[in-house]
């Protein structure tokens, strides 16, 4: 960490703390500038809670060197993560491709879009049964009658489930139907939501928040490893920016800068990410080349009567075009992607 | 409503629209002009969800013309709402301080702290005991034992207890202690958390949301207000921007125009909102002279001993001379501000 | 356009509107809904400043329906529009790439640049020799002196020169070097240089503003276009947001959004971008998947001695190794991209 | 400078950056820490461009320690600049009012909205002659018979004028009418016309930019103080945020943040910052209250007919009201203004 004190900094601020810090056990060495004293602090920062410093008389900035995450960054782990669920890999250097729609509407629906999508390839089945909503008058799904609507698409099909837990309190219940439970955005700072699921095993989808920096997403993430489930996975889903004419920003170099930051799966959700149908198929290609290690699409066999996210979902044509063009972009950048329909999942091993 | 057809759609795909919103007993207007078509509806389009209509064939636009939230609108009731608790009370003509530390710490630095704030005519106590830390390695407060603390330090000096709860399985039990429910920042969309807050009359101090539209902002007031609790205080802490100078952006605009939209009082938290102590007291009349009513402030004995903010927490030194500076200020917007130690809390009476 | 009135509107203050309109020989249609009044304007809207209208009492909201901009608008001309400089083809079907330093600062540096970049099939030489500068005390460029470094670099290695005219003065002396003229992300809105830079009939490489909306993007084209001069090659360049972590915010939706709305070229700057030189590969990749028509990239032949920007620039020998991985990205979009040395320029076609 | 060394970074290349600096006459202390090594620069950094630095192999961060900018610090200049304009004073204890059109429009118009203005205090007449405008389509003011009317008006009430200057060619002729040169928030990094503007003794009305940081703004005015030139007034007129249901976000907290940071005097300008009449009065007076040094606002006489930014005029009978307003807020931060049409100007001293 690096101390940088206001110009005339009397001495006794400096020894007041000089002292603090090593009574924490660290080793401050103080450097006399031209303008300013400098005190650098050697030994680990994180030890430490910067704002205590940020008060202390005479203190102008706190600068902290390390990260303050350790699991989720791959200075700890340089190898990438890989999650295998009931055989089918996420991370390293197979695709995964999770697809559904936004909402389980019905049993034909849901049913008809897992045939449909797993047809090209999609191996995990998304679809909401809780869903939040930013006003109090909209549909909020199916609750524990999607999941099982869910379960049977997703057997049929040879799917795994991936879908949303809003609530510590129904992780035990969604955990019946999901193989693997996805934190929304809206609760990426759920720390309530986050240390619980970090006592479970399951795989977690977490995604970034709509204004979290990568440091704060990562941080999250670091909530469930700490907690003793090395299971997370990524997703990013844009950010909101001052430009209004998508739902958000998909950052090119949001996808390739946590690739580089941490050893964790990445999936990218192109629909919410830009809020339009005829922008998912680019996007899609553009977060494979951007190093993705799969993506999360909105199918609907009918988008313009989907009760929510309509306008942000393919069709299941659109979905097997877009699979295709997958293919020669995924090869370009050292990934492989299947496009037949997945194997029955494999027996999880007991634990 | 408005839909705005693409240019050239085709004649069945507008009857194909008119006669969805007729079925949904909506009077669609369709209006040929000399590049698009326009389609006016008239009646109570939130009724409807409006992400059918993106998807359907040649929608190019869909404009809502009603706001989405009601209750918490002004529209809907164009007199300010003042919450009256124990006597104190929240909007209107007075403005109402609440003050205390970021996080309680021990009983001498609460009772200490709430001794200094009253002196000068903080009514309501502030002070976390159960701490949201974007990291999982930070301080997380002393949770019921720390409620416990505040209790004590409020009843010596007569003050209201203002204090946050982070799930909806604490609600019981802050309740016990608290006077005035607070919603975090990173829950204003924990529409869990939202909801069972509305099924209680409890005053809930509603912050906004770090990225957060201000119709966000109303719809997250209309959940709780919805659920059938009238007793929504609104807490403006800033935005996050591009500006990395201070923590928060504090926009005087979303002040007035909050108070422009909506009848429900509004508070303004100067401290999380620059984050830093030599802001505070500036940002505070500003708030003040924009139309708050009133302000929500971090006040720490010894500043750089606390454990957490620090960096943006103000003595009970700079605390009094801010009330007196606010004095002349209040007066130029036609608001009062007592300068004297509260009174002993009213009897609530029974519901 | 539509305009919305307040609720409650007086019937003279929507006549006051409808005879403003039928004055500009526009056709207001009433309609009288549930909460509000709204009036629905047949006709071109563009004729009108809807700032007028705001501003009328009981005016709530004004919504234009159609584009502000009509010449960059692909509802004008659905063709791509091709940009053909002395048989280098910019948008349509092939991939058109510019590359070098940052800034001119030798003869040799320049022109070992070009030959490295030349040789994997970059068609036109970048280079700065007029350099803005955030601060007045950091090296501002060689001027004239570096523009004939790299008209020489240039002619030795077949290429096209692109380099950045910063005021109005300077369009003949950078017109006499450069084959495109480019327009700074700080300088998009300098409506002085747009409307001169019309006035030529030279190629334009027109930097998005760091916080331009897409539709003032297109906005500052149009100023161009609409002077006369057709040649207008879009590049986007990444916008300002919170997160910091990177120089810059490059929004792949942005890309697929920009060749949506408009049938200009557009070009994608994946170093100042990123401004991190490990990201740089990445996001050319992604920009190509999703629908770029080029790349400009910074190329230093040693990065750590570049008197601007170094930390963004790749080498020589990572150019190469990106150029061959466009290949199978570039086929997956339907786009041609050659790895063989530039043909001689041809012979530019009086006009 | 502090330069943070990857992990693991090898000792040739610290020893290679420990050379460069004692090259550059700098001090580099290094630091062998526990995960990492941190090279400590003492001497003045801000010779140095640290980008260099960032491209230097090993190299993970490089932090300044520094502010770049030099003249515009209140730590090079601790007392407020006050700059005297022919008697009328900015800066320091005095609020300064600016207030006109948005643009001029006829001699009746501006000389009627001079002397309703100036009846309630107001000392400086603003109005645009040369007008940006977003789009090529719209009115761009009267250019050289603007001026001409603006003088003429201003002469009537004894007022002073500001007006903006686009390019730098026009500097002598707007200079000819005008006693404050604007450079508007779109040219605030057009550093031709900066360094023009920095050779002339011309007070200069320096508009933030739309996106700029604090450090760039002042970056900004350092351009023109670093010519030669003193008279620099900023002006805060709010930044481009997610938030669209204003026009500009207008910080509290940068308002403060400047005048904390810089000794040049501030003008805030509510009615860009807001974009909405409504809110122009309680952000005036917010802007005080925070430590503005002046205004300045749009005001028309008939604002639904204003040629541009009509619906963010006010009244001139708003504008009395707010002056008055004004006077408490004033003096409870410690200011004066006067509610009395200004006296005639004084004869400016030859320089």
């Not at 960490?1 to 009574?23: R, S, T, W």
């Not at 934190?183 to 700072?189: F, K, L, P, S």
């Amino acid at each position: 960490m690096i101390i940088v004190m206001k110009q005339g900094a009397p001495k006794e601020h400096i020894d007041h703390i000089i002292a603090h810090l090593q009574k924490k056990n660290l080793e401050p060495v103080p450097l006399i500038g031209v303008e300013r004293t400098v005190i650098a602090v050697i030994g680990d920062e994180r030890l430490l809670d910067t704002k205590h410093l940020r008060a202390m008389p005479s203190v102008g900035q706190v600068m902290p060197v390390l990260r303050p995450y350790k699991l989720a960054s791959r200075e700890t782990q340089p190898k990438d993560t890989v999650i295998n669920i009931k055989g089918v890999k996420i991370g390293g250097k197979d695709l995964t491709i999770m697809a559904g729609p936004c909402s389980v509407e019905s049993q034909e629906q849901i049913s008809l879009t897992a045939r449909a999508v797993a047809a090209t390839g999609a191996q995990i089945l998304r679809g909401g049964a809780f869903k939040p909503r930013t006003g109090p008058y909209s549909f909020e799904g199916h609750k524990e009658e999607g999941l099982k609507m869910m379960k049977k698409a997703a057997k049929e099909s040879n799917m795994l489930i991936v879908t949303e837990v809003m609530d510590a309190r129904d992780i035990d219940l969604v955990s019946k139907y999901a193989d693997i439970l996805q934190v929304g955005a809206r609760n990426m700072q759920n720390y309530t939501l986050l240390r619980e699921l970090g006592k479970t095993k399951k795989p977690v989808l977490l995604k970034r928040g709509l204004c979290a920096k990568l440091k704060e997403f990562l941080l999250a993430a670091e909530y469930i490893l700490a907690g003793g489930n090395p299971n997370v996975i990524l997703c990013e889903r844009g950010i909101r920016t001052y430009e209004d004419d998508m739902r958000n920003t998909l950052s090119i170099g949001a996808i390739a800068r946590t690739k580089e930051l941490s050893h964790l799966p990445l999936i990218v959700d192109p629909s919410h990410a830009t809020g339009r149908a005829s922008l998912v198929s680019p996007a899609a290609l553009a977060s494979i080349a951007a190093g993705a290690d799969g993506l999360i699409i909105e199918v609907h066999p009918n988008p313009e009567e989907a009760l929510s996210d309509g306008d942000q979902s393919i069709t299941p044509e659109q979905f097997k075009e877009l699979m295709y063009k997958m293919v020669p972009v995924a090869a370009a950048v050292n990934k492989r992607i299947s496009l037949t329909p997945p194997d029955e999942p494999k027996k999880p091993k007991k634990r």
